[in-house]
Every structure is written in C-alpha cells, then in structure tokens.
C-alpha cells in the first residue's frame, strides 16, 4: 500500500503551488499579485527591503531553505521540469569550492556597486527572462536561460540552487547552522527511497547523513519514506557529529580568499571600462528611473516591466542600450498605466502614483517643423496638452510647451508622415512636468 503523504509535505507543495501561480499571474499583467514578488532575496536585496531580507534569513536558520522549495520561482520551474522528466535522484557530491566562489565573487562585486555577477544567476531574474522568451520567442536570451536550466534540471536536477546560485549559497549557509535540522534516524533500513527522490542530491541513506546546507527543503524525502526515518528530530545519543576538518576548513577560505581577490580584480576592471566609456547611448527609461546610470545600477533585467506594460514600448536591455528602455513606434507609454513603476521589486524604478506617473517627464519631444504639414493629430493625441496649432509664417505648424510635456510618445506614434516630423529623445534626469493644458 502506498504511503499517504504526511501533511507538512502537502502543506509546502501547495505554498509552492500557490505561490508560483501567483508569480506567473504578475507576469501576466495581474498586478494584484505583486506581493509574490516582493519576496524574492536578491530584488528585496537590491532595494534595500532589510525587513524582508532579515525575515528571509532568520526563517531559514530557524527552519532552513523552504524559501528554495516555496519562494523561488526558478527553484519550482526546475522542480517542474525535473518532475516531468522523472528521471531519479542520486546522491550528489558536495561542491563547496564551487559555489563558495561564485558567490564570493558575487558579494565582492555588489559591495563594489557593481551586480554583474547578481544580475546573471539571481534565480528571480532568470525566471523573468524564461517567462518573457514564453511571451516573445524572439527573446533569445530567455531561450538560452531556459535551455541551460532545463538541461541542468535534467542532469542534476537542483545543481544550480546547490552548487551554482549565490542566493542559495548565502541561505545555505544559514540553513547549515540551523537547530532544526533534518535527519536519519537509527530507524532507517538504507532502502534509498529518499535518495531517489530528492533534488538536491543531499541524502545519503548508506551513511545516514543529510547534508543541511544543499537540502532546499522539499520535503519529499520524509513523504516517501515507510519508516519515517528522515525529517526535523533531535540529534540521538551517540550519533556522530558534524566534523568540520582541517582540511576543508582551509580548503573553504582559501577559495573564498582568492574569489574575493578575484571579485576585487573584476571591480576595479568594471570601474575603468567605466571611466573610459568615450560613448553612451541614452536610453529613455521607464516611469520612476532617475537616471539611466542609478536604473542601470540596480537593474536586473528581470523583464517584470516589460511583460506588465500596457503600452508595449518597454523592451529588454540589448546590444544598442545597456538597460531596460522604451522604444516608441506604432506604441506608446499609456497615460493611464503606472504598472511597471507599481510593480518594479528591485527599487530600479521608484514606486508612483498614477497622478505621479502622469507628470513624470522621462523624456522630450522634439518637432521638425520643416516636416511638420499642421494636420493637429499629434495636438489631438497629446495627453498633456502640450502642443497645439499655430500659424508660422502663414502655415500651420505644431509647437510644443516644452513644460507640459512627458515624453510618452503618443505624438510620434499619431504623426501620419511616412518621416516622422516629430521624435523623442532622453532625457538626463527624470523630472516632474508642469499641469497639462488638458487639466486646466
């Protein structure tokens, strides 16, 4: 007969469950379950939400990684994934060297003002450009994102949480050091059922070991077991202790030594490319950015503004601007849409209002009046009330209140000339725009 799943483990994959949805959901433009994302490490990180972070970290040394098991979207993708290709569990090596590393490197970085290393293995992030490749097949860097991860699902399942990302090597380390740890107790009789099942290739019957630090938490190794042998217990007398060696104690902070050399090599490399830039493209960010340097500076490309944009003007940092940008064409930002500053979670983008977003200028309109014929659609298409129809030199030409003006480009996309006669460029700073003539 086969074991009925005990009530914690149901109880985590329904979180799971719910929580995922909810993230997918925000993606899809339901802001409403926004929430879900304002959880995530390394955004809350980003925008300095210590409340979250500290409740991230206490939760997971008081109860260890259910934030990898119920939080992360890209640890359930790789559970899904892992899941449909039902290929077993094996106990996995422990690669210490490794991710103690990457996430040195990582850390150093950051703390150089710098998140490189974060904006490319932040598990969030990733699943936003997965999500954002499913929206738009053209987006290839989602499609390499998702083919890397749905190759490292199937391999090894949980490799990239235990031995890759930074974020579960940080809470990994809380987890190891947890008083409530998972164990094997005497009662095991080494059938290895858990070892079939679980991801982070953690447990180890024949020895009865379980290793805290990589277990994310998911519970299934208490589901499946007949004896329940595995789960959070005491440690039993006489039981062998965790022993930290000489060796793989120097073994540990000579590699985080060096990667943190190697992180402050990378810093100052990133400084000077800076410093000798000759050429910057100024991109116009979206609503709440103050420049697109600080945008740039915190900035994940996690394409939540791009998938929740009514306007469809956000698009993916690429090879012509460094950030997340607006591109007006047939589109443009939608005065009533505040979504992508509402729902930003990395504090990239401010969080406004809507009566705030409608006066935010993000950029300026500029009018070729020697293409200009006076036809008055852009006049009519102006939110703000910014331009109107004058007589120059005997013909109608349309002039702007530089003022009013928000740089939403409803008058570039209503222009009807085959060459636009009006374009909109960035503007260094964003700013507060003066009340439109509209709302007088």
């Known amino acids: 007969m086969k074991k ?23 993606f899809s433009g339901i802001t409403f379950f926004s929430p879900a994302i304002e959880m995530q490490f390394f955004p809350a990180l980003d925008r300095k939400a210590w409340g979250i972070v500290f409740f991230i970290v206490l939760f997971t040394f008081l109860f260890g990684r259910f934030y990898c098991s119920v939080i992360c979207p890209f640890g359930i993708l790789q559970d899904i994934i892992a899941f449909l290709s039902r290929k077993k569990s094996t106990v996995d090596k422990n690669r210490i060297k490794t991710r103690y590393a990457i996430t040195a490197i990582a850390v150093t970085l950051l703390l150089s003002g710098h998140i490189a290393v974060f904006e490319i293995l932040d598990p969030y992030s990733n699943f936003g450009r997965v999500i954002s490749f499913f929206k738009n097949p053209a987006y290839i860097t989602g499609l390499v994102v998702f083919c890397i991860i749905l190759f490292l699902s199937i391999w090894k399942k949980r490799i990239f949480c235990t031995s890759i990302c930074p974020v579960g090597t940080i809470l990994g380390l809380c987890s190891k050091f947890t008083p409530n740890k998972m164990r094997i107790s005497e009662k095991c009789v080494r059938c290895g059922r858990c070892t079939t099942v679980c991801p982070a290739g953690c447990v ?22 007949p004896l329940n042998a595995v789960g959070f217990m005491k440690e039993q007398t006489g039981s062998t202790k965790f022993d930290l060696s000489r060796r793989n104690f120097l073994t540990g902070t ?3 030594a ?6 402050a090599v990378l810093a100052e490399h990133f400084n000077v490319r800076k410093q000798t830039k000759t050429s910057f493209q100024r991109p116009i960010c979206p609503p709440g950015a103050t420049t697109p340097e600080e945008f740039a500076s915190k900035c994940t490309n996690c394409q939540l503004c791009v998938n929740v944009c009514q306007g469809k003007v956000i698009h993916p940092k690429s090879k012509d601007f460094e950030t997340v940008h607006l591109q007006y064409g047939t589109n443009y930002c939608l005065y009533e849409c505040n979504n992508c500053c509402s729902v930003c979670p990395t504090g990239a983008l401010s969080a ?12 300026i309109a500029q009018i070729f009046q020697d293409k200009c014929v006076g036809c008055g659609t852009c006049a009519r298409k102006c939110p703000q009330g910014a331009i109107k129809i004058e007589k120059i030199n005997g013909k109608s030409k349309a002039v702007l209140s530089a003022q009013y003006c928000i740089g939403c480009g409803a008058c570039f996309s209503a222009c009807p000339l085959p060459e636009k006669a009006i374009r909109v460029v960035a503007v260094v700073i964003q700013s507060t725009a003066a009340k439109g003539i509209k709302e007088r």
């Open 4 to 26: 009925k799943a005990p009530f914690p483990y149901e109880l985590r994959l329904t979180a799971a469950i719910l929580v995922f949805i909810a993230i997918c959901l925000t």
């Open 204 to 225: 180890d019957p024949q020895e009865k070991k379980l290793d805290n630090e990589r277990c994310v938490r998911c519970l299934k190794c208490s589901a499946v077991c």
């Open 254 to 256: 000579f590699t985080t």
């Open 258 to 263: 060096a990667a943190v050399g190697a992180g």
């Open 352 to 363: 406004l209002t809507l009566a705030e977003k409608q006066k935010r200028r993000i950029a």
